[in-house]
């Protein structure tokens, strides 16, 4: 069903919220986090979403909303729709390579600059690309609002940064560790514990080739 601008942000909020903290916001922390002036509109809102079957809500719980696990889904299908959909280009797309910059002591300007193929990135089929939301990855430098470039694989190896998908419905970006008979989904966050789950209830999308930001 179609959501109001409102509820689509209110929506976001949750799924972000829960992804970094690991736990539902409050109705204070959402009316907080997307500028609502009361908590009786944030009631409506989750209502709402409720109704529509976006939202989950267990009665006389504190934190007790949870997203379904159809519209998490569904995003995923969504934005990688959008990436499969788009035309691939007739031929890479160049820019120049000007050399190394200095983030310390300056080093000496190139007098022949390079050129940087974005092919190199962006030439196989078995790619698409995700919106970060949340920080667990954040001492890996990959934040909120992100994009990362996936390669589909299955067999990733050990301390890869994966797209998993944990018991068919639920998808997060984790470093991989096998141990035994379970799967260790290490976050880089020091304030994040790990997951841990039986081998047989995760698998792997794809693993990270590179990170993209966008400053404005």
Do not use: W
Not at 60 to 77: D, F, I, K, P, T
């Amino acid at each position: 069903m179609a959501l109001t601008p409102k509820q689509k942000t209110v929506l976001d909020f949750v799924v972000s919220f829960i992804e970094r903290s690991g736990y539902c916001p409050s109705f204070e922390e959402i009316a907080r986090g997307v500028g609502l002036g009361s908590l009786a509109t944030v009631h409506k809102h989750v209502t709402a979403l409720q109704q529509k079957g976006y939202l989950k809500r267990r009665y006389n719980e504190s934190r007790s909303l949870e997203v379904s696990a159809e519209y998490l889904r569904s995003e995923q299908e969504r934005l990688e729709k959008q990436t499969m959909e788009k035309p691939p280009a007739s031929a890479g797309v160049t820019i120049p390579l000007m050399g190394t910059i200095a983030a310390g002591v300056p080093v000496e300007a190139p007098e022949s600059p390079e050129t940087l193929d974005f092919a190199d990135f962006a030439g196989s089929p078995n790619l698409f690309a995700l919106r970060v939301r949340g920080d667990s990855m954040i001492e890996d430098h990959i934040c909120d609002g992100d994009f990362v470039l996936i390669e589909r694989t299955k067999t990733p190896r050990d301390g890869e940064i994966v797209v998993a998908l944990i018991d068919g419905s639920e998808t997060t970006l984790k470093r991989i560790y096998r141990e035994g008979e379970q799967i260790r989904l290490q976050p880089a966050n020091s304030t994040m514990e790990p997951i841990r789950v039986p081998a047989g209830q995760v698998e792997i999308q794809g693993r990270v080739l590179a990170v993209l930001r966008k400053y404005r």
